[in-house]
């Protein structure tokens, strides 16, 4: 049984910092591509960050520069260290893993599983 485990929101003001983490069970997470996702109240779940094994990464133009995903394969975790962040990135934040072939997509619908999601929430 797949289970994804996010952790890390909060709340914070605008200009500050989190990290988010992921930490997956019963896959061969090395394998998987690992995605950060995120919803906002009335808005569609949109893709914020994908990382594949290596260097291969993605990232929403809104978040470029100032968000970093990247996974230790070792210990079957992917991180989102967001900084300086800003009131529009609020939102709860999900975690999810699409099954080989590792296609580096940014639709949500195209990943297996998923966590329970972690709200982050940055006031101005």
């Known amino acids: 049984q797949v289970q994804l485990v996010e952790s890390g929101g909060g709340l914070v003001q605008a200009g500050g910092s989190l990290r988010l983490s992921c930490v997956a069970s019963?896959?061969?997470?090395?394998?998987?591509?690992m995605g950060w996702f995120r919803q906002a109240p009335g808005k569609e779940r949109e893709f914020v960050a994908i990382?594949?094994?290596?260097?291969?990464?993605r990232y929403v133009d809104s978040v470029k520069g100032r968000f970093t995903i990247s996974r230790d394969n070792a210990k079957n975790t992917v991180y989102l260290q967001m900084n300086t962040l800003k009131p529009e990135d609020t939102a709860v934040y999900y975690c999810?893993?699409?099954?080989?072939?590792?296609?580096?997509?940014?639709?949500?619908?195209?990943?297996?599983?998923w966590g329970q999601g972690t709200q982050v929430t940055v006031s101005s």
């Open positions: 999810a893993a699409r099954r080989p072939p590792p296609l580096l997509t940014t639709t949500p619908q195209l990943y297996n599983y």
């Open positions: 019963g896959l061969t997470f090395s394998n998987y591509v």
């Open positions: 990382r594949w094994s290596g260097a291969s990464t």
